[in-house]
Nanobody, 120 residues
Framework: QVQLQESGPGLVKPSQTLSLTCTVSGGSITTNYYYWSWIRQPPGKGLEWMGAIAYSGSTGYSPSLKSRTSISRDTSKNQFTLQLSSVTPEDTAVYYC????????????WGQGTQVTVSS
């Protein structure tokens, strides 16, 4: 059973960089063929895909967030990390990490989500 757990600060000040880590257990983040994604849901809005890092280490980002987003990984810890720079209150959301089956474009495992509020 694969488990994903998000961690990071729940409160970030405007203009700062939001940093979240997803720790994966029960499966390796280098195993073919999975994409490890970050997805968020602002209050009252739908899910928004932010980006992902593949089993190979390659990354992809949402065009609307690409200039502010970076996803990296630490294979020794089986973790992947999201960094979102220059945050504003509009970045307030529940942030999820999730695993996508690359050949099916389907998410099969999700973290429980973590609330991040951007406020001074």
């Amino acid at each position: 059973q694969v488990q994903l757990q998000e961690s990071g600060p729940g409160l970030v000040k405007p203009s700062q960089t939001l940093s979240l880590t997803c720790t994966v257990s029960g499966g390796s983040i280098t195993t073919n063929y999975y994409y490890w994604s970050w997805i968020r849901q602002p209050p009252g809005k739908g899910l928004e895909w932010m980006g992902a890092i593949a089993y190979s280490g390659s990354t992809g980002y949402s065009p609307s967030l690409k200039s502010r987003t970076s996803i990296s990984r630490d294979t020794s810890k089986n973790q992947f990390t999201l960094q979102l720079s220059s945050v504003t209150p509009e970045d307030t959301a529940v942030y999820y990490c999730a695993r996508m089956i690359a050949t099916m474009w389907t998410y099969d495992y999700w973290g429980q989500g973590t609330q991040v509020t951007v406020s001074s």
